[in-house]
């Protein structure tokens, strides 16, 4: 149930909903989350958004890198996209899965995976991030994100506000908790703690940090080498 509803039920303008009810909060949020991957980015980078919807940061992506490709399992969503998108020419939306990525080896400078794709996506984890590598230049960076734990509060009742408003099932109070929110209709939200973050990347050889952004987000970046 999980894996379909980025590609049916919460896809296009529904998943845009999603933004625009958001609390101010988990607007800054957001927000910081985009802040902090920019700084990773340089002119004359090419970037890869992992999980990219309906396009949402891949303007500001663009408007630092050289070249900005999305991609998502969500053929609606792209095509919303590229409607949203088509007046920007060093962007390229692609249907693709994140795990079974068509792209040359080392093919970009910076590659990204932010709010929870890690978990969102409810694929293997450890292919997950080491397909990114694979694709990533020696030297380039990738971005993985999920919530912090402090923001546990404010990502419930964003998706509270979710399922009044009708783009999720109604929240199983009894069943969500401990990072984990469930719905009745079957779709469950995990996340990615830093210790988890650890453990899937203890094997890697490359350069790892685990870092806090906005006391909401935890990012794991790797340095591939």
Not at 166 to 179: P, V, Y
Request: net charge negative; with cysteine; charged share 20%.
């Amino acid at each position: 149930m999980s894996t379909r509803y980025y590609s049916n039920r919460l896809s296009a303008e529904r998943l845009r909903r999603v933004y625009e009810i958001a609390s101010p909060r988990v607007q800054r949020y957001l927000n910081a989350e985009v802040e902090h991957v920019l700084t990773y980015i340089h002119p004359n980078h090419n970037v890869l958004e992992l999980g990219c919807g309906y396009g949402r940061v891949l303007t500001s992506l663009a408007s630092k890198a050289h070249r900005v490709v999305g991609i998502d399992t969500s053929l609606v969503s792209l095509q919303f996209g590229c409607e949203l998108l088509s007046r920007s020419t060093n962007i390229h939306l692609l249907q693709m899965d994140a795990v079974q990525l068509a792209f040359a080896d080392q093919a970009f400078d910076v590659v990204i995976c932010i709010q929870n794709g890690i978990s969102a996506f409810h694929v293997d984890q450890h292919t997950l991030i080491e397909a990114s590598i694979r694709v990533t230049r020696r030297g380039g960076c990738i971005l993985f994100s999920s919530y912090a734990e402090t923001f546990w509060d404010e990502r419930l009742n964003w998706f509270r506000a979710q399922a009044i408003a009708g783009l999720l099932g109604e929240i199983d109070e009894e069943k969500t908790g401990d990072g984990t929110i469930v719905c009745k209709d079957g779709f469950t939200a995990t996340t990615v703690s830093p210790e988890r973050f650890r453990a899937l990347t203890s094997g890697i050889s490359a350069e790892i940090q685990i870092n806090e952004a906005d006391e909401s987000s935890v990012f794991c970046e790797i340095r591939a080498l």
